[in-house]
């Protein structure tokens, strides 16, 4: 796992704020212009997701969002519904209800550690 934005998204839990996903990938030398460096951050928030799950700890990549929208990337939804976090119908509002949820799930879990 990419310690160094783990830390990062560990700041912002604490913190209670929100990453773009260009300051994530300036964190490890990314460039999210790169369509092949943007899917090597899916692939450490993917790694960090799936570690994050085997110990019972809310979805912490719901923090980083994309400068364009507010919100994350289709990324994290997939990886969502493969740990079977997301279910039910592949719709934005479902979509945008489940991040809402997920995020004050993460500040909830994180205050005060």
């Known amino acids: 796992m990419n310690e160094v934005v783990y830390a990062r998204l560990l700041e912002k839990a604490r913190s209670k704020g929100l990453v773009f996903?260009?300051?994530?990938?300036?964190?490890?030398?990314?460039?999210?212009?790169?369509?092949?460096?943007?899917?090597?951050?899916?692939?450490?928030?993917d790694e960090i997701e799936r570690c994050e799950d085997a110990e019972g700890r809310p979805m912490i990549s719901a923090?980083?969002?994309?400068?364009?929208t507010?919100?994350?990337?289709?990324g994290f939804f997939k990886c969502a519904r493969e740990l079977g976090k997301l279910s039910g119908p592949d719709k934005e509002e479902s979509r945008l209800a489940f991040w809402c949820d997920e995020v004050k799930r993460v500040y909830g879990y994180w205050a005060g550690r």
């Open 70 to 74: 507010d919100v994350p990337g289709a």
């Open 21 to 45: 996903y260009q300051e994530v990938g300036s964190l490890v030398g990314l460039d999210m212009g790169s369509p092949d460096d943007r899917n090597r951050i899916a692939d450490i928030l």
């Open 63 to 68: 923090l980083v969002v994309r400068a364009d």
